[in-house]
C-alpha cells in the first residue's frame, strides 16, 4: 500500500544518536540483552569498518509478476533493484498506456494476459500475485500447484473461505507461499519488536493506528468496464473497506507485539466527503480488544492527511511510536532509568507541522535506530544517518521472500500468519458494516 509523508501532525527534529560514542561504549553501558534488541546484531567496533567489503549482489531470480495496478508496478520496481527483473509481466487488460508503465520498469519482461503461461513456463521460479484481493484465490493454487513460489498480496482474499483454502495449500506446498504483511518484514518494526519483548515499556495498555490521506480512492478511466475493474475498492461487494485493506496491516502489528489475536472487535464508518454513490466508507474507526482490557484502535479516512500514519503501543513505563522506518521510545517520568539513556538522540515531540517546524513542544522521544551496527561498519554515523529509509517496507518483504527462494527455505511469516490477519480483516470490515461488536471464536484461526 502507498502512504502519504507530506503532512503529518508529529514533529521530530534530528540530533545526534551516539554522540561521537563508540557501540563497544555502548555494549558496556547497556549490556548484552539491550544491544541486542538496539542493534539485532554482534557488537561491531569502529576498527572493524576497515574489513567490511561491499557485498557482490545477490543472484537473480527469475520471477513473474501478474496484476500491474499500483501495488504490481511498485513489486516490479523493488525486483529491479534487487536483480531479479520480472521475465514476465501479466494483467488481464492491455491498455497501451497501463501496460507501458510497467514495461518502463522491466524493458525486458514479455506482457501476457492469461497468467497460465507463466506458470507453463518451467524456468520461473517466483510468481507476485498483485491482483486485486478478491482474484488471489485461483492464481495463487495454480502457482502452487505448478511448483512455483508465491508472494500473495494481503488479505488473502475477501471471503475467508478462499483465504483458509489458499492458507491451507501454501502450508502444505513443498514451496514457499509468503503473505504480503510487510510491515513484518520491515526492519524499523522488527526493531521495536525487540524492545517490546524486553518488556521495557512495562505492562501494555492500548496501541492506536492511523492511516489518513486525502484521496478518493476512485480512478477515472475512459473504457467503463475498465474502470469498473479499477475501482473494486469502492465496490462492497468485492472490497473489505478501508479497515480490511489497509488496516489489517496495522492490526497484524498489534497482534504481531501483543503475541496474541484480538478477541473482538467493533467498527463504525461514514461517507462523510466522497458523496459520488459509493457504498464504502471513506472514514472508519476499529478498535481491537486483545486479553487484558488492552484495546488497540485503527482510525483511517480518505478526506484528510493529518497525522498521515503510524502506529503506537502505550504501557505504563513507556510507549513506541512507529512511522514507516523511523520509531521513538517516549518514558513515563516515574519509570527505570535506562543506562544506556545517556547516549541516544533525544527528539522533541510537538503537535504541528513537520514543514515548518512549528508546535507546542509536549515530551522528548528517544530515538529508535534500526540496523545501527550496519551503519558503523560501513562507516557512517547512525545518530547523523538514522534508519535507512532508501528501503520501503514493501521491498525489505520482497527481499525476505526472495532470500527464501535462493535458500530454498520457508520465511518465518507463515502462510497461518497471513490467514489469521485475513481473518480479523474480514471480520473488522463486517463490524464497519454492522456498526457492531463481533466476538472471536478461537477456530475462526485455525486452519
Keep these: 500500500m502507498g502512504y502519504s509523508r507530506k503532512r503529518i501532525c508529529i514533529v521530530m527534529n534530528r540530533r545526534d544518536f551516539l554522540r561521537d560514542s563508540s557501540l563497544a561504549g555502548l555494549t558496556t553501558v547497556m549490556g548484552a540483552g539491550l544491544v541486542e534488541a538496539l542493534h539485532a546484531e554482534p557488537a561491531l567496533q569502529r576498527s572493524d569498518v576497515r574489513e567490511t567489503k561491499k557485498e557482490p549482489p545477490p543472484p537473480p531470480v527469475a520471477t513473474a509478476v501478474i496484476g500491474l495496478g499500483t501495488q504490481g508496478r511498485d513489486t516490479i520496481s523493488a525486483l529491479a533493484k534487487q536483480n531479479s527483473i520480472p521475465r514476465y509481466i501479466c494483467d488481464t487488460y492491455e491498455g497501451k498506456i497501463f501496460v507501458k508503465k510497467s514495461q518502463t520498469l522491466a524493458p525486458s519482461a514479455a506482457f501476457v494476459k492469461d497468467y497460465r503461461a507463466i506458470l507453463d513456463d518451467k524456468s520461473i521460479q517466483a510468481v507476485f500475485v498483485a491482483t486485486p484481493t478478491h482474484k488471489h484465490k485461483q492464481i495463487v493454487l495454480d502457482a502452487l500447484q505448478a511448483g512455483k513460489n508465491v508472494y500473495c498480496e494481503a488479505p ?127 472514514t472508519v474507526s476499529v478498535t481491537a480488544e486483545y486479553a487484558n482490557s488492552v484495546r488497540y484502535t485503527f482510525d483511517s479516512s480518505l478526506s484528510s492527511t493529518f497525522e498521515g500514519f503510524y502506529e503506537t503501543l502505550v504501557g ?111 471480520k473488522a470490515h463486517e463490524a464497519v458494516k454492522t456498526a457492531s461488536k463481533i466476538t472471536f471464536q478461537k477456530e475462526w484461526f485455525e486452519l
Design 156 to 282: 488473502f482474499s475477501n471471503d475467508l473461505d478462499e483465504a483458509k483454502a489458499i492458507a491451507k495449500a501454501g502450508t502444505q506446498a513443498s514451496t514457499i507461499l509468503m503473505p504480503g504483511l510487510q510491515w513484518r518484514s520491515n526492519a524499523q518494526h522488527k526493531h521495536i519488536y525487540k524492545f517490546v519483548k524486553t518488556g521495557v515499556l512495562g505492562r501494555a495498555i492500548s496501541g492506536r493506528a492511523v492511516w489518513n490521506k486525502r484521496t478518493s480512492w476512485r480512478t477515472v478511466w475512459p473504457v467503463p468496464e475498465r474502470e469498473a475493474e479499477l475501482n473494486w475498492r469502492l465496490d462492497p461487494n468485492l472490497s473489505l473497506g478501508l479497515e480490511g485493506e489497509i488496516g489489517m496491516h496495522q492490526l497484524d502489528i498489534a497482534s504481531w507485539y501483543l503475541k496474541s489475536m484480538p478477541l473482538s472487535i467493533t467498527g463504525w464508518g461514514g461517507i462523510l466527503e466522497y458523496t459520488d454513490g459509493r457504498a464504502v466508507p471513506d
Design 316 to 426: 505504563n513505563a513507556a510507549t513506541v511510536l512507529v512511522r514507516d522506518q523511523r520509531g521513538w521510545m517516549f518514558k513515563e517520568v516515574d519509570s527505570s532509568l535506562l543506562g544506556w539513556e545517556v547516549f541516544a538522540r533525544k527528539d522533541n515531540y510537538s503537535i504541528g507541522s513537520l514543514e515548518l517546524g512549528t508546535g507546542d513542544k509536549i515530551g522528548t522521544g528517544i530515538a529508535l535506530v534500526a540496523d545501527a551496527t550496519k551503519q558503523l561498519a560501513l562507516g557512517k554515523d547512525p545518530g547523523k544517518t538514522g534508519t535507512d529509509v532508501s528501503k520501503t517496507a514493501l521491498y525489505q518483504s520482497i527481499e525476505v521472500f526472495l532470500n527464501g527462494v535462493r535458500k530454498n527455505t520457508k520465511p518465518d511469516i507463515t502462510p497461518l500468519d497471513g490467514y489469521k490477519a485475513t481473518v480479523v480483516a474480514v
